[in-house]
């Protein structure tokens, strides 16, 4: 089983910079696609940034040219730079990857979510 755990989470103001990150732990054969997904509140949860194990990536059009997904292979890490913050990037963020525990299996997982709040 593969666990996720977010953390960078937190109240800015509009124009600020987060830095989230998403490490996962367990045993697994290896890690696929890794991204990042947000929820604001009474909406549904929406796409942000995904990551291949080739470092091919997929941003919304609303986060493009401000936020960079990367991740860190070694450390089993994903991370999302977020910068110029907006009021409309609220919401929880929740890290989702696709992993494998055999050559030929697909899993996926979520994390419990981070919440990020961007103040007006």
């Known amino acids: 089983q593969v666990q996720l755990v977010e953390s960078g989470g937190g109240l800015v103001q509009a124009g600020g910079s987060l830095r989230l990150s998403c490490a996962a732990s367990?045993?697994?054969?290896?890690?696929?696609?890794m991204g990042w997904y947000r929820q604001a509140p009474g909406k549904q949860r929406e796409l942000v940034a995904t990551i291949t194990s080739g470092d091919s990536t997929v941003y919304a059009d609303s986060v493009k040219d401000r936020f960079t997904i990367s991740r860190d292979n070694a450390k089993n890490t994903v991370y999302l730079q977020m910068n110029s913050l907006k009021p409309e990037d609220t919401g929880v963020y929740y890290c989702?990857?696709?992993?494998?525990?055999?050559?030929?299996?697909?899993?996926?997982?979520w994390g419990k979510g981070t919440q990020v709040t961007v103040s007006s």
């Open positions: 367990g045993r697994f054969f290896s890690l696929s696609v």
């Open positions: 989702h990857t696709q992993w494998r525990s055999t050559i030929s299996d697909r899993n996926n997982v």
